[in-house]
């Protein structure tokens, strides 16, 4: 079935370090979303990528999406203790209108 | 962007009873959803909830167990029936208020005992 896969689960940073999260997917995705969770919190949306090669930018926050379509990446400058969450993409497959949710991954920030 | 509200925000509930959790919005949307989250785990949709039709379940969820209703576009409800330990999670609803933006409710985090 139609899967996206997010890696690493786990990430452990130094406070001003930086951060990246991959998803990947086998199929060609007609969009991607990331999403911010919060401890405790419910997930957040960031940001939309539909372009192929597409680059956003969200102050320290840069986002990809491959040219192929099939994977995208988040990327955090100099991470901040106010960075610690989950960070989730989600894809959507052409003609579908079920978001699928990558598995997260979880960022710690030690100070 | 889309505000949405989530009642209860959390119950404990013995094993044999059900549950129906209400998500309201500020506007209205055409689709609502509603998701499980297990702790630390990523996001499983339930079903998609369509106003005036009945809901798409997701594989492995079925509308005995998970009836939904949705009377109108600011409103749905999520029912968790015969409960059971295993139903303990979080559930959350959630609307697209945007092309391909989805805005999720705080969410209701179950206890089944």
């Known amino acids: 079935g139609q899967q996206v896969m997010q890696i690493p689960q786990y990430q452990h940073v130094q406070e001003g370090e930086d951060f990246t999260t991959y998803c990947n997917s086998s199929t060609t995705l007609s969009n991607i979303q990331w999403y911010k969770q919060r401890p405790g919190g419910h997930p957040v949306f960031l940001i939309q990528?539909?372009?192929?090669?597409e680059v956003k930018k969200q102050k320290r926050l840069t986002f990809q999406f491959g040219e192929a379509k099939k994977n995208s990446s988040l990327h955090i400058t100099a991470t901040q203790t106010t960075d610690v969450g989950t960070y989730f993409c989600a894809g959507r497959y052409t003609g579908g209108f079920k978001t699928i949710f990558g598995a997260g991954t979880r960022l710690f920030v030690k100070a | 962007s889309a505000v949405i509200s989530q009642k209860p925000s959390r119950d404990i509930c013995q094993r044999g009873t059900s549950l129906t959790i209400q998500c309201q919005v500020d506007?209205?949307?055409?689709?609502m959803f509603w998701y499980r989250q297990q702790p630390g785990q990523s996001l499983t949709l339930i079903a998609t909830a369509n106003q005036g039709s009945e809901a798409t379940y997701e594989s492995g969820f079925v509308i005995d167990k998970f009836p939904i209703s949705r009377p109108n576009l600011t409103f749905s409800t999520l029912t968790v029936s015969n409960m059971s330990p295993e139903d303990s999670s979080i559930y959350l609803c959630?609307?697209?208020?945007?092309?391909?933006?989805?805005?999720f409710g705080p969410g209701t985090r179950l206890t089944v005992t």
């Open positions: 506007s209205q949307v055409t689709m």
């Open positions: 990528l539909v372009k192929s090669g």
């Open positions: 959630s609307v697209e208020a945007g092309p391909y933006e989805q805005y």
